[in-house]
């Protein structure tokens, strides 16, 4: 278990209105990492943190904004939720102790319905 | 830029039997390879990991993965599939990135079925 907690667990939102995600870990580590999960795609990196308030982009980061104020805490922020952003996000965690193997360690999952 | 390309959308196999997932993978250095299984409505669980030395790894649950340079492949293997093996299975490759962060780019995934 590696301590990590998303919330909420589900939502349902309509198009349009803003949403945030929350990525909570209990070990401190320095990376964090959200990707969202669709059918036929695996997983796509949107955003990811390298310690606080250090991001950059992923691969998928169009429409998403991230913030990290606190080690603990990773948001993803929809702005403008579209249907399109309907997905099952995961966040990940990584270790970045010396000797540490560069292992991903992933959330539960929040699944997003835009309607 | 790096890709995975896993062939096999769907696997059909009996309990008993052996499996293979295939995963190749394109990157221009060496690769950092990764194997993780998701139960259904579940989290990625890491089945193992490849990064430099022996190519034969070994996993949990009784998996092992070969990585074979000159073929730009990280086959998945198991000798004997139980009933609880059935889910999906992705393969990802990890490349350096800002702060040096670890991007990992997966492939689509292969699900498996297991008949008793």
């Known amino acids: 278990d590696a301590g990590i907690t998303q919330s909420p667990r589900h939502k349902v939102t309509e198009t349009g209105t803003p949403v945030t995600l929350r990525c909570h870990q209990t070990?401190?580590?320095?990376?964090m990492y959200w990707y969202r999960q669709d059918p036929g795609h695996g997983l796509r990196l949107i955003h990811y943190?390298?310690?606080?308030?250090?991001?950059d982009k992923g691969e998928v980061s169009d429409g998403y904004s991230v913030s990290r104020s606190k080690t603990e805490d990773f948001l993803l922020t929809l702005e403008s939720a579209t249907s399109s952003q309907t997905s099952v996000y995961f966040c990940?965690?990584?270790?970045?102790?010396?000797?540490?193997?560069?292992?991903?360690?992933f959330g539960p999952g929040t699944r997003l319905t835009v309607l | 830029a790096q890709s995975v390309t896993q062939p096999d959308i769907h696997i059909t196999v009996s309990e008993g039997a052996s499996l293979e997932l295939r995963c190749n993978y394109s990157y221009g250095a060496t690769p950092y390879l990764f194997w993780y299984v998701q139960s259904p409505g579940q989290g990625l669980q890491l089945l193992l990991k490849?990064?430099?030395?022996?190519?034969l790894v070994q996993g949990i649950k009784g998996f092992e993965a070969e990585f074979k340079r000159s073929q730009s492949s990280f086959n998945l293997r198991k000798p004997s599939v139980h009933w609880s093996d059935a889910a999906e299975y992705f393969c990802a490759v990890g490349k350096i990135s800002s702060g040096s962060a670890r991007q990992l780019t997966f492939g689509s995934g292969t699900q498996l079925t297991v008949l008793p």
């Open positions: 490849y990064f430099s030395g022996d190519t």
């Open positions: 070990e401190n580590h320095r990376y």
């Open positions: 990940a965690i990584r270790p970045g102790t010396a000797g540490s193997t560069d292992t991903q360690y």
């Open positions: 943190s390298y310690g606080v308030k250090d991001t």
